[in-house]
């Protein structure tokens, strides 16, 4: 079985309070890998606040507002949600995570490990220096054996240094970068 983990493309971090031009630009590549993805089960993580999310630890470390539930900026990009809901013949699993990285992401996708061998794992989305890490190295910690994937030209980090300094920390975790010229 082939898993492909969509990480967090939300509103909120393409054109909203985080966006940037580098997750801008990773939209159409991303939404590419979904419509081609040949792989049996697709994941999607989705930042998810709410209004007392100044008050939280993460808040008062990152203090602007941001993918706060049933907001315009939570919701998933439309160019991504099309081709989520348009090419699949299943619905994604989605996973709404409080933090950087969702157990229970790793927990079903040990579940599905359990009963059907997953052969593959690739990570993609945003940003790759906070939750394509932190799910990434996640994963790694409860499924080990299973070769897992990051597409650096469907990421984007905070910024582009502190995305290159995150695929070589994924890059020494056992986790293989693909695409990183692109």
Known sequence: M?????VDMQNDFIT?????????AIVPRVAQKIREFDGDFIAVTRDTHYKEYLETQEGRNLPVAHCVK???GWDIAHEISDALFSSLSDDPVVFDKPTFGSVELCNHLADLHAGSFISSIELVGLCTDICVISNAL????????VPITVDASC????TPESHRNALRAMEMCQIKIINEEA
């Open 138 to 145: 996640l994963l790694k910690a409860v499924l080990p054996e």
């Open 155 to 158: 990421c984007a980090g905070v």
């Open 70 to 72: 049933y907001s315009d």
């Open 16 to 24: 909203g309070a985080l966006g940037t031009p580098e997750a801008r």
């Open 2 to 6: 082939k898993v492909l983990v969509v």
